[in-house]
């Protein structure tokens, strides 16, 4: 059974700092590339980074580049999301999610996908 599940989500102050992790299960992790995304209420899902299977690459939504940084631990089958100078917009929950192919980061195009982490960004 795959399984996407994030964790370190909460409450922060605009300026501060989170780590979000997703740990994977039931596929073949070192071999997908992985991304996050987020949603704000009332707002569609969007894109926010991915990184693929070798980490060689990188892909930055314009809005996060330079704050956000992702990262992934093969051996531990997990990917992490490393949130700088937040920002009251950065407000969502945050998405994991898997895709074999990695070279398109459509909501559509995921295979996978975990439940969400609630972020909160207090002004």
């Known amino acids: 059974q795959v399984q996407l599940e994030e964790s370190g989500g909460g409450l922060v102050q605009a300026g501060g700092s989170l780590r979000l992790s997703c740990a994977a299960s039931?596929?073949?992790?070192?071999?997908?590339?992985m991304g996050w995304f987020r949603q704000a209420p009332g707002k569609e899902r969007e894109f926010v980074v991915a990184?693929?299977?070798?980490?060689?690459?990188?892909y930055h939504a314009d809005s996060v580049q330079g704050r956000f940084t992702i990262s992934r631990d093969n051996a531990k089958n997990t990917v992490y999301l490393q949130m700088n100078s937040l920002k009251p917009e950065d407000a969502a929950v945050y998405y994991c999610?898997?895709?074999?192919?990695?070279?398109?980061?459509?909501?559509?195009?995921?295979?996978?996908w975990g439940k969400g982490t609630l972020v909160t960004v207090s002004s």
């Open positions: 039931g596929f073949s992790f070192r071999n997908y590339a």
């Open positions: 990184l693929t299977r070798s980490g060689a690459s990188l």
């Open positions: 999610a898997a895709d074999y192919d990695g070279t398109t980061w459509n909501v559509r195009d995921m295979d996978y």
